[in-house]
Each structure stands twice: as structure tokens, then as C-alpha cells.
């Protein structure tokens, strides 16, 4: 990755994914940690949320804990004086999710500028950075612009997006999907190929209000819509300067990329 830009997102899933349900896993968080079972269990139950994908996630989580954001933002900076160290180019951009607000992200801003700045003066060496946002509910689309107050580079995480602007739950949507689409009512799984009515409009009013406010705004996709030739020809189309996928679906994003590049210039649609 020398000389490229390398995008990390701050933690998104909520706590508790992160500690064990079972006796066996929760008596080894007790010994690590020195507390006992009973402790582990008591705040494992404390962070059950009912729908946690609308819960304490994302930067609610760096905002509830900023501990959480600090100890990410050293680690990469730390990092990033490493390889500098080295000889090698970085680029690092870091990346807040699900932030709705202005507000919300001043916040986080500050907690990682901060450490920024301990870790460069500590380590007598600068590297050039980003800070930036998700954009994963309808009210950052619609705000967009004042996210690009604080953000130099946004990411529509559309599968969020879709989630939020649907209404569906992505982890309990399949009895629903199966039915709609087999009685015609969806096209198509708007989880799998991107929405351009609904979902398409809100990245497109986002993308508009952003570079209103930051003409150099970066933008681009996160999501498994990343990979999906239709969703990629609708990104060109809307003006964003790149899409992001698992690594599995590369070859495919690529080549329909460059179709949709080839038909833009053609004046024709893929």
C-alpha cells in the first residue's frame, strides 16, 4: 500500500459481540481480566440490547466510550511512524460510522486529533491523514452537507443505508425478501443490488450537499453493493470516485467498472 490511501473504519458492532455467552468463555474473560465469572456475566447482560443494529454502535460507541476511539486512533498512528519509519508512503484515513450529525463527529474529530497530535510529538514524525465518515442513515444524507464541515472524505455504507431507509432489518429480513420477491413486489433484494429510487436518491442528494459545502469531497461506497455490477454502473452515474467490496468480488467490481466507464463515454448505459 505504498503511497496509497488506506482506509480505516473505527469499531462499529456493538460491545457485546465482543465478549463471550458461554460459561467456558466468560470464566476465561474473568482470569484475563482478574474480575470474577460472576462480574464478566452481569456485564455481559448490562450490554444486551434488544436490536442492537439500532443500538450503541458505531460512533455512539466511540462517543459513550471515547477511550475506545483513542486507543484505535493511537494504534494506527503508532502504525502509520512504523512503516514511515521504513521508508514506506501512508496515507492513512480514518473513518467514523454511523454518524448522523455534525455534532456527533466534532466529537470524535477531537478525540482523534488529539491523539494524533500526542503520538507525532512523541514520535517526532508527521504523516499526512484523513478524517472522515459513514454515511449510513437517511439523516446524514439529508446533512450531508454540514458532515462535509467535518469530514475531508465520506462512505455510504448502503447496507446500513438500505436498512435504515427500508426499514428492514438485515438480520431478520429473509422470511420477508422471500415472499416479496416472489410475488414481484421487490425486483430484486435491494440488499444484494443497490436501490436506485430510494436509496440511489439519498446517496445522490448526499453526494450533491457534500461537494456544496467541500468541492474536493471524496466519496465513495461500502458494502457488499461494492461488488454488484448494476450498483457499480449506478455509482459512476452518480458521481462517486470509487466502490469497496470483500475481496472475493475484486475481478468482478473492476470489470464492471470499467464497463461503466466505456458506456459513460459512449454517451450510452451499461
Not at 23 to 28: D, L, M, Q, S
Not at 87 to 107: D, N, T, W, Y
Not at 169 to 196: E, T
Amino acid at each position: 500500500m505504498d503511497g496509497r490511501h488506506v482506509t480505516i473504519r473505527t469499531l462499529d458492532p456493538p460491545l457485546h459481540e465482543f465478549l463471550p455467552h458461554d460459561e467456558a468463555g466468560i470464566a476465561e474473560v474473568a482470569k484475563a481480566t482478574g474480575r470474577t465469572p460472576a462480574e464478566v456475566a452481569a456485564r455481559v447482560d448490562e450490554l444486551a440490547e434488544s436490536n442492537p443494529m439500532l443500538g450503541l454502535r458505531g460512533c455512539r460507541l466511540g462517543i459513550s466510550y471515547p477511550e475506545i476511539t483513542e486507543m484505535q486512533a493511537v494504534a494506527i498512528f503508532e502504525a502509520a511512524c512504523d512503516v514511515a519509519e521504513e521508508g514506506v508512503v501512508v496515507k492513512p484515513q480514518v473513518m467514523i460510522p454511523l454518524a448522523a450529525s455534525r455534532e456527533e463527529l466534532e466529537h470524535q474529530a477531537k478525540v482523534v486529533r488529539a491523539a494524533a497530535e500526542r503520538v507525532f510529538s512523541r514520535r517526532g514524525r508527521q504523516v499526512d491523514w484523513k478524517f472522515g465518515a459513514m454515511i449510513e442513515v437517511p439523516r446524514a444524507a439529508l446533512l450531508a452537507g454540514e458532515i462535509a464541515k467535518v469530514s475531508e472524505f465520506v462512505s455510504f455504507g448502503t447496507n446500513d443505508l438500505t436498512q435504515t431507509v427500508y426499514g428492514l432489518s438485515r438480520d431478520d429480513v429473509g422470511p420477508v425478501l422471500a415472499k416479496y420477491l416472489q410475488l414481484g413486489i421487490y425486483p430484486q433484494d435491494p440488499f444484494v443490488s443497490l436501490d436506485p429510487e430510494g436509496v440511489g436518491q439519498l446517496v445522490e442528494i448526499g453526494i450533491d450537499r457534500g461537494r456544496a459545502v467541500r468541492p474536493s469531497l471524496e466519496v465513495g461506497i461500502c458494502g457488499e453493493h461494492g461488488g454488484d455490477p448494476a450498483s457499480i454502473a449506478l455509482c459512476h452515474e452518480l458521481g462517486l470516485d470509487y466502490v469497496s467490496c470483500s475481496p472475493s468480488r475484486l475481478p468482478v467490481a473492476r470489470l464492471a467498472a470499467a464497463r461503466a466507464a466505456i458506456f459513460s463515454q459512449r454517451g450510452a448505459k451499461s
